[in-house]
């Protein structure tokens, strides 16, 4: 199953001594070797780095651990594939538009009966079943707010 790392700061912060760890678990520590990504929030852009090559040998993971980015808030993720090939498409944090701004997605574990939504604007790069869903949401989410709602709303 992959694993999930999140970062949630009231000032920038990097996230360099906490990605370190993790990113060992992507092949060093632990056997989530098929891929590894980070997204960091900065205003309404998202830096997002991605890999399918495990975490701890990746050069892109050394240029994450180098550039030491701070952020509000971090998503990173490890692979282990359950479903769908070992590839840059396949390989999360997920990133769609919505409302005009960037909501990203990562997701651990196996979702079963997922399938792509049909004649839907949101669709699937890759072939996980946890960017289906995340299609999914994203347009079950436009279709019930057509404009942006408030936090209340929304929940």
Same mark, same amino acid.
């Given at each position: 199953?992959?694993?999930?790392?999140g970062m949630n700061c009231n000032t920038p912060?990097?996230?360099?001594?906490? =990605? +370190? /760890?993790?990113?060992? &678990?992507?092949?060093?520590?632990?056997?989530?070797?098929?891929?590894?990504?980070? %997204?960091? =929030? +900065? /205003?309404?852009?998202? &830096?997002?780095?991605?890999?399918?090559?495990p975490g701890a040998s990746s050069p892109m %993971?050394?240029?994450?651990?180098?550039?030491?980015?701070?952020?509000?808030?971090?998503?990173?993720?490890?692979?282990k594939a359950t479903r769908g090939d070992v590839?840059?498409?396949?390989?999360?944090?997920?990133?769609?538009?919505?409302?005009?701004?960037?909501?990203?997605?990562?997701?651990?574990?196996?979702?079963?009966?997922?399938?792509?939504?049909?004649?839907?604007?949101?669709?699937?790069?890759?072939?996980?079943?946890?960017?289906?869903?995340?299609?999914?949401?994203?347009?079950?989410?436009?279709?019930?707010?057509?404009?942006?709602?408030?936090?209340?709303?929304?929940?």
């Open positions: 199953m992959c694993q999930l790392l912060t990097d996230i360099t001594f906490s =990605f +370190e /760890g993790f990113r060992r &678990r992507g092949g060093l520590t632990d056997h989530h070797t098929d891929g590894f990504g980070i %997204a960091f =929030f +900065e /205003g309404k852009g998202v &830096r997002i780095f991605r890999d399918n090559r %993971a050394d240029l994450v651990n180098q550039y030491r980015i701070k952020s509000f808030n971090v998503i990173a993720h490890i692979r590839n840059l498409e396949n390989t999360h944090p997920f990133i769609r538009e919505i409302w005009g701004e960037n909501w990203v997605f990562a997701h651990n574990g196996t979702l079963e009966g997922v399938t792509v939504c049909p004649n839907n604007h949101y669709q699937p790069i890759g072939s996980t079943d946890s960017e289906a869903a995340f299609c999914c949401l994203a347009a079950s989410l436009k279709a019930r707010f057509p404009q942006k709602p408030s936090e209340k709303a929304i929940l």
